[in-house]
């Protein structure tokens, strides 16, 4: 089946340093990879939309130049996070699509990447 | 207004029993996919099921099933002979005609006990 790697899975990092994660499509060429945010007992929050290539899409709310999205292949995609501040701590996950055939294809996930910052 | 409603954050249920999980949701678009993925406490998300708006079935995976209630926009996720390990979140998801970008309702807490 497809598998998406995410890593790291767990970074600690101090206020004002930046952090890059990475999602790669193990198996399987992602034409789109999305990134989501969790705050603890929360949903999933969609922050943006990268397309190999091509610019991401943000959310709305979502800065851009706080979060940085690279989808620079067909398996991998990095989302840096810019000067992180404490508030910035949350869980981040990946998803990636690969070109589908059927509706009923589910995105796949990478297993996240618990961003703590001091 | 919330495209994806899950009115229940926290679900109790004996071991061996089913349980129901409700989801809602909200869409113009007539053609939709509905998802139910598991989140246990390690953060990972577990694809369930999938009911797709044109079938005429409910969907059925296993232990798992969707109770698909179109008139009523309501997608409930059936587990039947609860596990233990089948404590955790769970989510309801809804993605819109060809996008694939899923939006996720709050989630729901099930504790499964002996």
């Known amino acids: 089946g497809a598998v998406v790697s995410q890593h790291p899975s767990r970074v600690i990092c101090k206020s004002g340093t930046s952090v890059k994660i990475e999602c790669r499509s193990l198996?399987?060429?992602?034409?789109?990879m999305f990134w989501y945010r969790q705050f603890p007992k929360k949903s999933l929050m969609l922050m943006a939309t990268s397309n190999e290539g091509s610019k991401a899409t943000y959310e709305q709310g979502v800065e851009k130049d706080k979060f940085l999205i690279n989808h620079a292949s067909l398996t991998l995609s990095t989302l840096t996070v810019t000067s992180a501040h404490p508030e910035d701590s949350s869980f981040y996950i990946c998803?990636?699509?690969?070109?589908?055939?059927?509706?009923?294809?589910?995105?796949?996930f990478g297993n996240g990447t618990r961003l703590t910052v001091t | 207004a919330q495209k994806i409603t899950q009115t229940q954050p926290g679900m109790f249920v004996q071991e061996k029993e089913a349980v129901t999980l409700d989801c809602t949701y909200d869409t113009s678009d007539p053609s939709y996919g509905l998802f139910w993925y598991k989140q246990p406490s390690s953060g990972e998300m577990i694809f369930l099921i999938y009911q797709g708006s044109y079938d005429q079935q409910n969907a059925t995976e296993g232990r798992y099933s969707l109770n698909f209630q179109k008139a009523r926009k309501s997608a409930n996720l059936v587990i039947s002979a609860s596990q233990l390990g089948d404590s955790a979140m769970y989510f309801c998801?809804?993605?819109?005609?060809?996008?694939?970008?899923?939006?996720f309702g709050t989630g729901t807490r099930l504790q499964v006990f002996p």
């Open positions: 998803s990636a699509s690969q070109w589908r055939t059927s509706n009923n294809s589910p995105l796949h």
């Open positions: 998801a809804m993605r819109e005609g060809n996008t694939d970008k899923l939006i």
């Open positions: 198996d399987f060429q992602a034409t789109t």
